[in-house]
């Protein structure tokens, strides 16, 4: 998304919210977000089940949470945060299906949205997929794979990326924000030098050039 639709569509979605329109400022964020969060997550699980049960469930919590954003960050950053968490969640329940404790209606307009842009997206996703660095991608451990999407494939910047990765549980300061993202900025470029040197073992970057 352009970076001008972006900015108009976070001025939507907070002038939804001042005006006390929660569903609408809801949908409209997933009508405009819905997509890339897909994708982040299909690319996460690197399984499409998989992705379409935490996206609903992500789906879910930001009907249910967008009434008490307070504007600290981003729209876009704080989806990305409540898909992080979604997705760390159904990591870590073993009961799977009892993740989402009120699943949408199947018939609401919810769902209808929530399918459609799943659709959507599974099909965009098969038919641009691209595999190059994808085998030495799952090879990371999964918080070094969130960083890479986010970053790369996203374009966080990194005080955005303080705030998605953070598992804290609380809201970071100033100081605690620039501190973690020096942190994650310099995570990330020793994590570039290994995808660099494990693309050259397998010979999918050559010595004169390439990255991640």
């Known amino acids: 998304m352009p970076g001008e639709e972006r900015e108009e569509l976070e001025r939507e979605i907070r002038h939804l919210l001042a005006r006390g329109d929660h569903e609408g400022a809801a949908t409209r964020a997933i009508r405009g977000y819905g997509a ?52 760390l969640n159904y990591r870590r ?30 099909s965009y996703l098969r038919s641009e997929r691209r595999a190059r660095f994808a085998g030495l991608r799952e090879s990371l451990p999964s918080e070094d794979q ?6 790369v494939d996203r374009g966080l910047a990194w005080n955005e990326l303080a705030r998605v990765l953070n598992d ?4 970071l300061g100033e100081p605690e924000l620039k501190r973690e993202a020096a942190r994650l900025r310099k995570r990330f470029q020793l994590l570039k030098e290994r995808l ?17």
Not at 100 to 110: T, V
Not at 146 to 151: K, M
Not at 196 to 212: H, K, T, Y
């Open 196 to 212: 660099l040197e494990l693309g050259r073992r397998a010979g999918v970057v050559s010595d004169e050039g390439g990255g991640a």
């Open 93 to 122: 329940d073993l009961r799977r299906r009892e993740l989402r404790q009120q699943p949408l209606p199947e018939d609401s307009a919810r769902s209808a949205l929530v399918a459609r842009i799943r659709s959507e997206t599974v």
């Open 146 to 151: 969130a960083l890479l999407i986010l970053r």
């Open 36 to 87: 890339e969060i897909f994708g982040f997550l299909h690319a996460f699980h690197r399984d499409e089940e998989d992705a379409a049960e935490v996206f609903s469930c992500f789906s879910e919590r930001l009907w249910r949470a967008l009434p008490t954003f307070q504007g600290d960050s981003s729209v876009r950053t704080w989806v990305y945060t409540l898909a992080r968490h979604a997705s």
């Open 168 to 171: 804290s549980g609380q809201p």
